[in-house]
């Protein structure tokens, strides 16, 4: 008799958890179809046994579904936001220059004129290059396409060769630079490339946008990093301003117009932490603004 109801009360505990494990499966199967249908719920299992296990394992799932679901509508709406406002951006350095192309082809200005308007219209053609080249560097690291090509350069020869390039636009916008470079080898590790375009738009952000009359560059090695500084004696940017001139599209401050692509320095920032550095930047409103980049000394 004893033997009986053991049995009895064994099966009617199988049963029990049974019925429970079939509820816990329900459950757990009502989530998995909420979260196909966009709606954030959670199984609810207090035990510890392998059906509980498998609700953690979905929760867990769930959790990372939605959060990447997230970022995956923030960057959708980030993107049309980009290409809204490049879309101005090209639009209007394209209509200039057809205007002049126009005007060429129609033969209504010669001599010194029409030299003038060739010298125009290349440069909004090298302006439009630029956007392009700016909004395809950028989709390539936002999609994490980007590749660097690492390698161990000299860095002081290698910024030299960048300010050389940049030095007859600097004299024709009437900017005195100062130099302070080491004759030195100090070599690091980076992607020639993606260092020349930081270094550039750096120096392309002071030129267009902080009418000052002096640029200084400065290269100098401190323990196991070497920064480089990019100084301007220009219309500075204000305090409340500065936390988020490295965001994407930020145009809240005189020195980043609305003729700003807003990516330049958001480039600048990615590609410095792509190559194990940091950029920061100090500057007050009619004192001048300073960037410095941070990049580790290349261990032999």
């Known amino acids: 008799m004893i033997g009986f109801i053991i049995v009895a009360l064994g099966l009617i505990y199988a049963l029990f958890l049974l019925v429970r494990q079939k509820k816990q499966l329900r459950q757990m199967l009502d989530v998995l179809i909420a979260a196909k249908n966009g709606e954030n719920r959670k199984v609810f299992i207090k035990d510890n046994d392998l059906v509980s296990q498998i609700g953690f394992e979905i929760n867990d799932l769930i959790s990372t579904y939605n959060k990447e679901l997230s970022r995956q509508k923030k960057l959708e709406q980030a993107n049309k936001e980009l290409l809204t406002s490049l879309s101005h951006d090209v639009r209007t350095p394209l209509t200039s220059l057809l205007g002049y192309l126009d005007a060429l082809e129609s033969r209504i200005v010669d001599g010194v004129e029409k030299e003038e308007y060739i010298k125009i219209a290349r440069k909004k053609a090298y302006d439009l290059k630029g956007l392009v080249d700016t909004l395809f560097d950028w989709f390539k690291i936002d999609s994490r396409e980007m590749k660097l090509s690492m390698e161990p350069k000299d860095i002081c020869e290698l910024t030299k060769e ?130 410095i980049i941070e990049l580790p000394i290349f261990k032999r």
């Open 162 to 291: 960048i300010i050389i390039d940049w030095l007859p636009v600097l004299e024709q916008k009437g900017i005195t630079p100062k130099i302070q470079i080491p004759d030195e080898e100090w070599i690091v590790e980076l992607d020639p490339i993606a260092y020349k375009r930081m270094v550039s738009n750096l120096i392309q952000n002071v030129v267009e946008h902080s009418d000052c009359s002096c640029l200084k560059v400065l290269v100098k090695q401190d323990e196991d990093m070497v920064s480089i500084t990019i100084k301007d004696n220009g219309i500075g940017i204000a305090g409340d301003k500065l936390p988020f001139i490295f965001e994407r599209l930020y145009k809240g401050d005189r020195a980043r117009s609305k003729h700003s692509s807003g990516l330049g320095l958001c480039l600048v920032k990615e590609l410095t932490q792509m190559q194990g550095g940091r950029v920061t930047v100090q500057s007050e409103e009619g004192e001048g603004t300073e960037f």
